[in-house]
């Protein structure tokens, strides 16, 4: 019999924090700047350059735990971390260790978050990963490996950084999909980071052992780098627990490393056995004091922005909306706010949802335009969703007119006059094309009357050809029913 495996991940993600300056000097951060041109003695580790700590970038640290529900700490510090790597030129980096500035708190996993082709196969739905901190330091250099040489672009090099820490509560390649594109949203709300992985905005380190169904002790823990994109982590993950699996299976044993993923090959590939914390010989920074936290929570708490969980149960409260579409909605803060825009004060937001879902994206992804880029403002989509309510254009002219709207950015009002398209809503007028309708087809009439159903809609479709489009087709159907009894 073939022994079964789970596996169980932690994932551990470096965030870089929207600031203007870097973590302990005033040099700029700016991605894509000429290399080696956003340096000082500070960020270069000079001799006798001392730090000064960044003080956006700690509210900031503390703002992410709040959205994250972590508790935050009343006073934390500073501490070196030694390691000799050309990417880090004072051979230590400023970390936090033991009195990190959030505790606790978790990551919850929505539907949404989760890869499209597993989003019918949840396995635990509503899941929270429990974080285990977040603690702020500061990135390193970036390396650059070339033909036949490297080298090393300084600008990165202290940059604010959070690293945010899970627990191992992640248990597969699709929880830890949908784990960094939550923490992805909660972090572009919060506009704490843009987290764009492929400018290393956002980086991520995965943890993972695999361990027989039914025993409790996990088994060795191997660390993935080199990951920057979230399908990325999937990808790798699928391949190293088919590997880890693999190797016991076989008899063999596994050992704690280190090893980076190679997307080209789709495989993992050993780099180093694994450090542990003593190896990095931390100790307190002797040139930064201790932060108490008390005002910087305060202005944190006071910027404190809604949820994603929040958003999207107000927007099933307030608009009527069905939970998938709030998600949706939810999911792109452009995309909700444009939606918030056209549905203010108006009693049809489960149509205007409709439009800007189905409709206004799909023209958009046409024309490969942003929401930003929009050419039919807010308060046009919610004229012309007004239109079709009152029962002057119907679904089919709707489209038409929105078509116009969306070339020209024109009003809808303007275009349904221009094109003629105002739809007849004048009761005897329909009742006198019904009269016309019904006296040319005798036939159709006799087998309504006889019960076939599929003979109104034929009249009916005589009626709205007969009008040119025009007629209001509820009251075509309701009129003819009334006539022919």
């Known amino acids: 019999?073939?022994?079964?495996?789970?596996?169980?991940?932690?994932?551990?993600?470096?965030?870089?924090?929207k600031t203007r300056s870097k973590m302990f000097c005033a040099c700029a951060v700016e991605y894509g700047a000429a290399p080696n041109t956003h340096t000082c003695p500070v960020c270069l580790g000079l001799p006798g350059a001392l730090p000064v700590m960044n003080e956006e970038a700690l509210r900031l640290t503390i703002l992410t735990g709040l959205m994250l529900g972590c508790k935050i700490a009343d006073v934390c510090k500073f501490d070196r971390k030694s390691y000799y790597y050309p990417d880090m030129p004072k051979n230590y980096q400023i970390s936090q260790y033991?009195?990190?500035?959030?505790?606790?708190?978790?990551?919850?996993?929505?539907?949404?978050?989760?890869?499209?082709?597993?989003q019918k196969s949840i396995a635990t739905p509503d899941k929270v990963v429990r974080l285990t901190r977040i603690h702020l330091e500061e990135d390193v250099a970036k390396s650059f490996h070339l033909e036949n040489s490297s080298g090393i672009d300084f600008n990165r090099a202290g940059t604010p950084l959070m690293e945010i820490v899970s627990e191992a509560d992640i248990a597969g390649p699709e929880e830890a999909f949908a784990y960094l594109t939550s923490l992805k949203q909660h972090l572009i709300y919060?506009?704490?980071?843009?987290?764009?992985?492929e400018k290393g905005q956002m980086r991520c380190d995965v943890n993972v052992s695999v361990r027989p169904v039914g025993t409790e002790k996990f088994g060795t823990k191997i660390e993935l780098k080199n990951l920057n994109t979230v399908s990325g982590v999937r990808r790798a993950l699928a391949f190293e627990i088919g590997r880890q699996i693999e190797v016991l299976r076989g008899g063999g044993t596994l050992q704690q490393e280190t090893r980076r993923w190679d997307d080209d090959l789709g495989e993992t590939q050993l780099m180093r056995i694994k450090e542990s914390a003593h190896d990095y010989r931390y100790f307190p920074d002797p040139d930064l004091m201790p932060v108490r936290t008390g005002d910087l929570l305060a202005a944190a708490k006071a910027d404190l922005p809604e949820t994603p969980a929040q958003k999207r149960a107000r927007y099933e409260k307030d608009f009527g909306v069905s939970g998938y579409d709030a998600a949706v909605l939810a999911d792109n803060l452009e995309l909700g706010a444009y939606f918030e825009q056209a549905a203010a004060g108006s009693p049809r937001g489960k149509q205007i949802a409709n439009w800007v879902l189905n409709d206004l994206q799909s023209a958009l992804g046409a024309a490969d335009k942003t929401i930003a880029e929009c050419p039919v403002k807010p308060s046009q989509l919610d004229a012309l969703v007004a239109l079709v309510a009152g029962g002057q254009i119907n679904g089919k002219q709707a489209k038409e007119v929105f078509t116009d709207m969306f070339a020209g950015g024109r009003?809808?009002?303007?275009?349904?006059e221009e094109k003629g398209l105002k739809q007849e809503s004048d009761a005897g007028a329909i009742g006198?094309?019904?009269?016309?309708?019904?006296?040319?087809?005798?036939?159709?009439?006799?087998?309504?009357?006889?019960?076939?159903?599929?003979?109104?809609?034929?009249?009916k479709g005589q009626v709205m050809k007969l009008s040119k489009g025009k007629a209001n087709p509820a009251m075509v159907g309701d009129l003819l029913a009334q006539k022919l009894g």
């Open 432 to 459: 006198g094309l019904c009269d016309e309708v019904i006296a040319a087809h005798s036939q159709s009439v006799a087998d309504y009357k006889a019960g076939k159903a599929a003979a109104l809609n034929f009249l």
């Open 411 to 416: 009003d809808p009002a303007m275009i349904v």
């Open 190 to 197: 919060a506009d704490v980071s843009d987290a764009d992985m």
């Open 98 to 118: 033991d009195m990190p500035l959030c505790l606790g708190g978790g990551v919850p996993l929505h539907d949404l978050a989760y890869p499209k082709d597993a």
């Open 1 to 17: 019999m073939t022994m079964e495996y789970i596996a169980t991940i932690g994932l551990e993600v470096h965030v870089q924090l």
